[in-house]
């Protein structure tokens, strides 16, 4: 059973950084591109970063691209997401994915002062 469960979310203030973790199962991850996506309150979710299976290569959305890095360690079924120079319009319950599988519950992100 594929799944995805993600982690690392909180309050944060503008400017601030966040590490968030999803640990996957159920498949071969390694074998897998990741993704990570966001849903802020009221609005579709929206793709945020992706990293291909090995972690050769990466893509941003514009609108987190220079802030974000998308990173996986495949020893352990982990994709990370690492966010500094937090907004407020960053604020989201951030999802992971692959091409398969489900959504998991997601992390809320919350970035105010």
């Known amino acids: 059973q594929v799944q995805f469960v993600e982690s690392g979310g909180g309050l944060v203030q503008p400017g601030g950084s966040l590490r968030l973790s999803c640990a996957a199962s159920g498949f071969s991850f390694s074998s897998y591109a990741m993704r990570w996506y966001r849903q802020a309150p009221a609005k579709e979710r929206e793709f945020v970063a992706f990293?291909?299976?090995?972690?050769?290569?990466?893509m941003y959305a514009d609108s987190v691209r220079s802030r974000f890095t998308i990173s996986r360690d495949n020893g352990k079924n982990t994709v990370y997401l690492q966010m500094n120079s937090l907004k407020p319009e960053d604020t989201a319950v951030y999802y992971c994915?692959?091409?398969?599988?489900?959504w998991g519950q997601g992390t809320q992100v919350t970035v105010s002062s």
């Open positions: 990293i291909s299976s090995n972690g050769g290569g990466t």
């Open positions: 994915k692959a091409s398969l599988g489900g």
